[in-house]
């Protein structure tokens, strides 16, 4: 995955975190992104990672490895 992506509704960028699992027991497994605005550190949100995928777009490649 890219760090950071471009929200496709507001046009702000955002940077991932980490790829991580919902261990909650109705959820249980799910794959899930966690982000933040790229202005905003502090700010942490989780998503599931079908929705982050549908809901943003990779942004600036900031690793210096090209298209991940």
Known sequence: MHSLYRN???????????????????????PVVVYCPQDRPDFVCTRDRDEFEAKFD?????TGHGAA
């Open 8 to 30: 496709r509704k507001n046009g702000k960028l955002y940077r991932v975190l980490h790829l991580a699992v919902d261990c909650t027991n109705a959820r249980d497994g799910r």
């Open 58 to 62: 990779p942004g600036p490649d900031t």
